[in-house]
Nanobody, 123 residues
């Protein structure tokens, strides 16, 4: 079984930066799967943010974060990252990491989820 645990969420001012991390544990290796970040704001549905495939060179982003966020992975550490820059109040949400064997932007593809970490962008 795979356990995912996010960290790094915080209160940050608009225009600021933040880096989230997601550590995977259990009898499993991060290097075999697609890893993604989703987010959910109060009263809204869970929203795709970005995913990264086995090949470190391929990542996909939602239009709302493209050019501001950067997803990466360290397979040796079983850790996924999300570097967030030029943050906006509308980025405020709980951020979740998730694992899949299929690349996609729908939450339905993802089998394992972390409990989430809160990101609040406010002055």
């Amino acid at each position: 079984q795979v356990q995912l645990a996010e960290s790094g969420g915080n209160l940050v001012q608009p225009g600021g930066s933040l880096r989230l991390a997601c550590v995977a544990s259990g009898r499993w290796s991060l290097s075999n799967d697609i890893m993604a970040w989703f987010r959910q704001a109060p009263g809204k549905e869970r929203e795709f943010v970005a995913y990264i495939t086995m090949s470190p060179g391929y990542a996909k982003y939602s239009d709302s974060v493209k050019g501001r966020f950067f997803i990466s992975r360290d397979n040796a550490k079983n850790t996924l990252y999300l570097q967030m820059g030029r943050l906006k109040p509308e980025d405020t949400a709980v951020y979740y990491c998730a694992r899949s064997v299929v690349a996609g932007i729908s939450a339905e593809y993802y089998e394992d989820w972390g409990p989430g970490t809160q990101v609040t962008v406010s002055s």
